[in-house]
């Protein structure tokens, strides 16, 4: 029996991915629902959904996911029958300086979520239905050079506490399917970069440090290798995920676009570098920048202490997705970084007004320093 979502509840809508998929999912068109359900974290922000207010489809819910009660009551007065789950804490660095939150808000919270879905589509004579948890890569551990890819089968083995709590929670996603008959779709996909990413994630980061004339940071020997999606990509295979995904799969997405992190932080320098060359405008804008001052940006390049139980390499096997629902990326990693360059020149008010509010305080309590 095929299912076709209508009104949809987003948690995590206000962070980088929820945010993305809102808007990709609402330009799609159709006159279903969109309700995101979000605790407003450090990496919640209303100006990521600025804009969307004027839509009649959509509303906001300032809310708690591990509150089962007040998730089954959103369920209830919205007639939600597709939960899209990607509220979490997502950062690897602050589950290293303080995992109780992720255990919270991760398994406890997609635990609450599942417990009022539950409640809410299977009490009685069930209702058509779908929970799509949004899930990572991490799960799988690191794989040595020559590894293949990971693929949806890949015994999960989760090196710090960010990867271990979402492990916990695609196995809880997973044992609802199994035991309850809850319709569940899980992705777990590579790293993301692009529009609205909070700048403590590598790509916005170095982004904005090259900008303002401050060090990038390059953890360890820089070579590290992660496979880089665009976001807008991810977003395409969630709602292939929802509309194709049959109950109780999982699919792996990936970017193919294999990458080094000094790879990615050189490339950001050079692209950065030739913009500003090119345009007085930019560098009158960012006079600490160093092709401002006559320099180049890859002498901001710091090597520093490297992040503990630091996963070498991640790798994705998409054939699955690709086969099932469709999908392949459609971005490569050079076209990606010069559009999130190009969003996040265009977009230096939202950025600034983040500097202002938490990162000062997260860059000087880093394990880093
Ligand atoms: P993000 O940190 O930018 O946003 C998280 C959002 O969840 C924020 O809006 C925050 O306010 C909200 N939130 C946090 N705790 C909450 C709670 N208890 N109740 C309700 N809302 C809460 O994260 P992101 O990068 O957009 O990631 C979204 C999802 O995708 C996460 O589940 C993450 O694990 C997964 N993921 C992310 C990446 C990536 O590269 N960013 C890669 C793979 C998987
Ligand atoms: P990050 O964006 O934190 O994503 P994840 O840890 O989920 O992969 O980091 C991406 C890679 O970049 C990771 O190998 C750690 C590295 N990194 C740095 O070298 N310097 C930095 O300042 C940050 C934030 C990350």
């Known amino acids: 029996m095929s299912f076709v979502p209508r009104n949809l509840l987003v948690t995590g809508g206000a962070g980088f991915i929820g945010a993305n998929f809102v808007r990709h999912w609402l330009a799609r068109g159709g006159d279903g629902r969109v309700v995101v359900y979000d605790a407003l ?94 899930s990572t890569d991490e799960v799988y551990g690191s794989l040595a050079p020559q590894d293949p890819p990971f693929h949806e089968a890949t015994p999960y083995a989760p090196n710090s506490p960010y990867s271990a709590s979402k492990a916990g929670s695609d196995h809880l996603v997973r044992a609802y399917h199994e035991t309850y008959g809850l319709a569940t779709t899980i992705t777990n996909c590579s790293n993301n970069y692009g529009p609205y990413q909070f700048p403590e994630k590598l790509i916005p980061l170095v982004l904005i440090n090259i900008l303002q004339g401050q060090p990038l940071p390059v953890y360890g020997d820089g070579l590290q290798i992660r496979d880089w999606l665009y976001v807008e990509d991810h977003c395409r295979a969630i709602a292939l995920a929802l509309e194709r995904g049959r109950a109780g799969e999982v699919y792996n997405v990936g970017g193919n676009a294999e990458t080094a992190n000094l ?97 000062a305080a997260w860059v000087a309590t880093n394990y880093r320093r």
Do not use: M
């Open 263 to 359: 790879t990615i932080v050189r490339t950001l320098c050079a692209l950065i570098d030739r913009r500003l060359a090119a345009a007085p405008a930019l560098r009158a804008a960012y006079p600490q920048s160093p092709a401002a001052r006559g320099g180049r940006a890859l002498e901001l390049i710091t090597h520093v202490r490297d992040r503990p139980g630091h996963d070498r390499r991640y790798a994705i096997d998409f054939r699955k997705a690709a086969r099932e629902l469709g999908y392949a990326p459609s971005v490569s990693i050079e076209h990606g970084l010069e559009r999130t360059i190009d969003w996040y020149l265009a977009h230096a008010e939202w950025w600034r007004a983040l500097l202002g509010r938490d990162y």
């Open 41 to 134: 974290t450090y990496a919640g922000n209303p100006a990521n959904l600025a804009g969307l207010d004027a839509d009649p489809r959509y509303a906001f819910l300032h809310g708690d996911i591990c509150d089962e009660a007040a998730v089954r009551a959103a369920l209830e007065a919205h007639a939600i029958d597709t939960i899209v789950h990607f509220a979490a804490e997502s950062h690897v660095d602050r589950s290293i300086l303080g995992p109780d939150e992720f255990i919270r808000t991760n398994v406890l919270g997609t635990h609450a979520l599942l417990k009022a879905a539950k409640a809410h589509w299977l009490a009685g004579a069930a209702r058509p239905h779908r929970f799509h948890h949004v």
